[in-house]
């Protein structure tokens, strides 16, 4: 028996319907004949138009099969297969552990999403306008093109138009499109060493081979390029990733002169050029260029959202057509609700007051964790790069028990994060992430650190 409630607010054909849904799958095969409609008005007091509304339902669902002046028949469906197996349980190991102190070296803190104007865009953007049956564009919505070529051109010299420009899922998206693009008349890529592991991992993907380039205090070492075989180079001028170290315009002006010999491409990772907290960043090696040889790559992750994954980058008008060719336009990589609503955050100048705000908030965090790193540790640290990005690089200058770092840093529930891991090599520092925490976290953060730090001390 059924129990329909002729007073619950569910329409009566949807209980009876969910009733012999259920009934059909646990009780019934293939074949068996399912009482008349007349049958069950009777029995549950329900009207004809009732039963046949939730008879019509399992017809269309495939669960009954109904032909005329016959009776109603179960299909020949293996219900067994849609049986429920009871409540799902979580994979202990899929916990993630909680920490306490977490030194995560490229991410904002949450309040710094402006999440109340972001919602109001998002809805204003989507409006009759979009034609949510077509495919978007697989470079990049046009709109949005436009604010980020007019945006890369003020801010950071970079000369394009905004036809040149892709809109990616973020940088290891630009990474692996760059890869596809020149496969076929490049087989090596040079990197800075240490350097950034994705790109490394990325371009091994595809078959690569990498040749290692050493960095100095001037970035990646341009005798040693010029020893290489490669005609294609990745690099971060801005910012070297890990040492901090940037490039100075001589040394830029001599990479250009290299890829010109050379007819060599040059990929610049723009890394962190926008959170410069005490020198205003050099020029793009990119609007230096004359020869159409430098690929750009940058990233709305560290100044609005990694989770919102979009990244762009612009190519050299010879690659076009190679691109053209390689990514139709099914291909887009963001959702088109996230590009609009980024491109009138930008188009309404909600962009650059939230740049300024988060550099603020940056520097004021940077300053204050460099101010007790030093106080705190005092002549037993170096710092290895600073001024820049959401981390301080540190290094100790005693001798120092590295692994009982990470132990004891463990016990009272701190994630510590090392350049090493991620960069390749044998450079080795503390990466010092602060752009996670509120600056009113951050003197409690530091002060468990320091305790950690001398209990290491040889």
Not at 159 to 170: A, D, M, P, T
Not at 272 to 298: T, W
Not at 362 to 370: C, G, Y
Not at 423 to 431: N, T
């Amino acid at each position: 028996m059924y129990i329909i409630n002729h007073k619950s607010k569910t329409a009566l054909y949807i209980q009876l319907y969910t009733y012999m849904k259920k009934d059909i799958m646990e009780n019934y095969k293939a074949e068996d004949k399912l009482p008349s409609i007349r049958k069950i008005a009777s029995l549950y007091n329900l009207s004809k138009n009732t039963v046949e509304s939730a008879y019509s339902q399992l017809v269309v669902e495939g669960y009954i099969d109904s032909n005329y002046k016959s009776a109603y028949t179960v299909t020949d469906t293996v219900f067994s297969n849609f049986t429920t197996v009871g409540e799902i349980e979580v994979n202990d190991t899929e916990v993630k552990e909680e920490y306490l102190y977490d030194f995560f070296p490229a991410r904002l803190s949450k309040d710094s999403f402006p999440l109340k104007l972001w919602k109001r865009l998002f809805v204003k953007g989507i409006d009759e306008t979009l034609d949510f049956g077509a495919y978007p564009d697989g470079q990049g919505e046009a709109g949005l093109r436009i604010e980020i070529a007019k945006y890369i051109n003020e801010s950071r010299g970079v000369k394009c138009h905004s036809n040149q420009v892709i809109v990616s899922n973020g940088l290891g998206d630009s990474l692996g499109l760059v890869a596809k693009i020149l496969k076929n008349n490049h087989d090596t890529i040079a990197m800075e060493h240490p350097g950034y592991s994705t790109t490394t991992e990325v371009f091994d993907s595809y078959s690569y081979k990498i040749d290692k380039i050493s960095v100095d205090e001037n970035g990646i070492k341009l005798d040693d390029l010029e020893n290489s075989k490669a005609k294609l180079v990745y690099t971060t001028p801005s910012h070297q990733y890990p040492t901090g170290v940037i490039m100075p315009i001589s040394n830029r002006m001599k990479l250009l002169k290299w890829a010109q010999e050379k007819e060599a491409l040059i990929i610049e990772d723009d890394y962190d050029s926008e959170l410069s907290y005490e020198n205003r960043p050099i020029p793009a090696l990119q609007g230096l260029d004359s020869n159409d040889r430098v690929i750009y790559l940058g990233t709305f992750s560290k100044f609005l959202s990694a989770s919102l994954r979009v990244g762009y980058m612009v190519l050299p008008n010879h690659l076009m057509a190679k691109y053209k060719t390689l990514f139709n336009a099914t291909t887009a990589s963001v959702s088109i609700t996230t590009q609009k609503t980024l491109e009138l955050f930008m188009s309404e100048g909600h962009w650059e007051s939230h740049l300024r705000k988060i550099r603020t908030i940056n520097r004021k965090k940077h300053n204050l964790m460099k101010k007790l790193l030093q106080d705190k540790l005092g002549s037993t640290m170096k710092i290895e790069s600073q001024g820049a990005g959401l981390a301080i690089l540190i290094n100790p200058r005693v001798d120092f028990d590295w692994e009982k770092l990470k132990i004891e840093a463990k016990k009272q529930k701190m994630k510590i994060y090392f350049a090493k891991a991620k960069s390749g090599g044998e450079w080795e520092a503390i990466r010092m992430g602060f752009g996670g925490f509120e600056e009113n976290e951050i003197k409690k953060a530091i002060e468990v650190f320091s305790q950690v730090w001398y209990s290491c001390l040889k």
